[in-house]
């Protein structure tokens, strides 16, 4: 079973731009569906966006300021965040569609206003 390691969260000003990586333990062909989900306190774990081959898809408040990409060779899936709000503060974890590996540490993502 594929696990995944996330990291890149961490405090920014409303407005700004964070990278975050996930990174496969094992080869993840291009025909896995991979999704970024997030979480805040006290709510349930939402799918943020998700890529197959190289369709992607978004959760519509984060469209247009969120791209989610793949580097194969790396196996590692990104999630390039520009223009952050407050609201979307949370705990961000990547896995498969539909989730099927165990959930990572995840990493934090907290926007100022």
């Known amino acids: 079973q594929v696990q995944f390691v996330e990291s890149g969260g961490g405090l920014v000003q409303s407005g700004g731009s964070l990278r975050l990586s996930c990174l496969a333990s094992r080869d993840i062909t291009i025909s896995t569906i991979i999704g970024w989900y997030r979480q805040a306190p006290g709510k349930q774990r939402d799918l943020v966006a998700y890529?197959?081959?190289?369709?992607?898809t978004y959760l519509p408040s984060v469209e247009g300021r969120f791209t989610i990409s793949r580097d194969s060779g790396k196996d590692t899936v990104y999630l390039q965040m520009n223009d952050l709000k407050p609201e979307d503060t949370a705990a961000y974890y990547c896995?498969?569609?539909?989730?099927?590996?165990?959930w990572g540490q995840g990493t934090q993502v907290t926007v100022s206003s």
């Open positions: 896995n498969t569609i539909p989730a099927g590996s165990a």
């Open positions: 890529i197959y081959k190289s369709h992607t």
